[in-house]
């Protein structure tokens, strides 16, 4: 190795060192955090279709069950796996140790304890019953506190790098971690501090589940795809103008998402069509993401066969895709959104946004940081395929039925000439289905967490090269998979 290469090697392990316990935190709090959203799930579903199922006391009632498994799904896991990612990706791409990983560690112990706590208060009959906001209100500016201590000293990090070009990756990245607070500060503000209108509170509720989805969830898997294509592949970001076309598009278009939800409400009369036509612009930036990153990771055949994280990543991207188009097609107003606005579309759009598009993605990223952070290979490629094969297997078949299952709901609803019975008795067979698949989900899931702890406990196999789905480490023209930290046009990554 030149002496340029071994300094930049000594540049990264600082960095990773820096950050090795609060990012594997994160990565394994998250886990955890999954699992038990899905087994809330499962319980959720299993009351749809069995309503007498766990019916003896209220701790357990339909509604606080279903509420407190999106909360963990989108505040154990979504949040908590985007902020190792993002902390990690930002520490890397501006060449800068943390120097304040007590205090991150510190808060992500806090943000555990105040999801904790607001799960126990959900099921204690404290929950809101704003979607997406059901935990108790005094858990929201706890929260908020938190991720100001996460996040304002990658936010430093940033500030103070060393002059130079501001990567792709960088832009979704910084850009999930300021609309983060903004949104979820907005909504808290609106609705429990200047909650006396009803229906301006419930507005807003919309917008912010549109919003987290659009301007921090999507981001910051678009930010994991565009470092982890060009990274493992070796060559550069297909058409980077590609990227900046969807970087505006989306931070233009996403905040004006949500509004469709409120078709039929006492409300100006635009604003419903408003959201209904950005929701089918959104496709624009996601479509623009999907094709640049894909084509990206598709350059090198051979090493896209043999990545997990490539295949996670390319897999989240293609749900990514069908999200803008899926999101285009039920949004549609005087004809699919009366039958998505109210059934069980609305539950398949939000597992495919957070547990399609962007958890994929996590995954994808979290196989490529975890052996960098412990210096050793992981267990078992047999259970990585295993956590891939099932957890594909599981998401499109929920997001699908729900889907489906919802615009069948829809129209049953929309048919006044029958009982509502008829509603309900068309989505019964997909909800027992979308059950099935949650447990297949379930076990994908516990087998990652359970290989991700292995690895925290360092027990794999130490070594400095990339974990790949062979036993034979590829080589790309110009090297091993590069850990050059650079992913603008024309450039090559090399070791």
């Keep these: 190795m030149t002496t340029s290469a071994q300094n930049d090697a000594l540049v990264r392990s600082a960095i990773d060192r820096s950050l090795r316990h609060p990012v594997m935190f994160f990565f394994s709090s998250a886990a955890a955090w999954l699992a038990v959203s899905i087994l809330l799930g499962i319980i959720a579903m299993t009351k749809m279709v069995a309503p007498e199922f766990l019916d003896g006391t209220a701790f357990f009632s339909a509604g606080r069950v279903y509420a407190s498994h999106i909360s963990t799904l989108v505040y154990g896991w979504g949040c908590q796996a985007a902020f190792g990612v993002l902390i990690w990706l ?96 907005t909504a808290w503000f609106v609705i429990f501090v200047m909650g006396d209108n009803a229906l301006f509170s419930a507005a807003t509720a919309a917008w912010f589940r549109s919003s987290m989805i659009y301007l921090f969830f999507i981001p910051s898997a678009a930010a994991a795809a565009y470092y982890l294509a060009p990274k493992v592949t070796g060559k550069p970001v297909y058409s980077y103008s590609l990227s900046v076309v969807g970087f505006w598009a989306l931070a233009l278009i996403g905040p004006w998402t949500g509004f469709q939800k409120l078709t039929g409400a006492p409300i100006p009369y635009f604003l419903p069509y408003l959201g209904a036509a950005a929701s089918i612009l959104v496709s624009v930036p996601v479509i623009a993401i999907a094709v640049s990153t894909l084509r990206t990771m598709f350059s090198d055949p051979e090493r896209f066969s043999a990545s997990p994280s490539l295949r996670f990543a390319s897999a989240g991207v293609v ?177």
């Excluded at 060393?162 to 910084?174: E, L, M, R, S």
């Design 90 to 185: 930002i520490s890397r791409l501006t060449r800068t140790e943390s120097k304040a990983s007590g205090i991150i560690l510190a808060a992500g112990h806090a943000w555990n304890l105040l999801i904790m706590l607001g799960v126990l208060g959900i099921h204690l009959g404290y929950g809101t019953g704003v979607p997406w906001m059901e935990m108790p209100k005094m858990i929201w500016p706890a929260l908020l506190a938190a991720y100001t201590l996460i996040a304002i000293w990658t936010m430093i990090q940033f500030r103070v790098r060393a002059t130079g070009k501001v990567y792709v990756t960088q832009w979704y990245a910084i850009g999930a971690m300021i609309w983060f607070p903004w949104i979820m500060g």
């Design 319 to 495: 749900c990514m895709f069908v999200l803008g188009i899926l999101g285009a097609f039920v949004n549609i107003p005087e004809s699919t959104l009366p039958m998505s606005q109210f059934s069980l579309t609305n539950y398949g759009m939000d597992v495919l946004a957070v547990y399609g598009c962007f958890s994929f993605v996590m995954f994808g990223a979290i196989y490529f940081i975890v052996p960098r952070l412990t210096r050793r290979e992981w267990l078992s490629s047999r259970l990585i395929n295993w956590h891939f094969l099932l957890s594909m297997y599981g998401v499109v078949t929920v997001a699908s039925l729900a889907v489906l299952g919802g615009i069948l709901h829809g129209q049953g609803q929309e048919a006044f000439q029958f009982e509502w019975r008829n509603a309900v008795t068309r989505a019964y067979p997909y909800q027992i289905a979308t059950l099935i698949a949650w447990c297949i989900v379930l076990l994908s899931n516990l087998c990652f967490f359970v290989h991700l702890l292995f690895m925290w406990a360092r027990l794999g196999r130490r070594s400095s090269h990339p974990t790949l789905l062979p036993h034979a480490h590829l080589e790309s023209p110009h090297g091993p998979v590069g850990d050059i930290d650079n992913a603008g046009p024309g450039t090559v990554i090399v070791h």
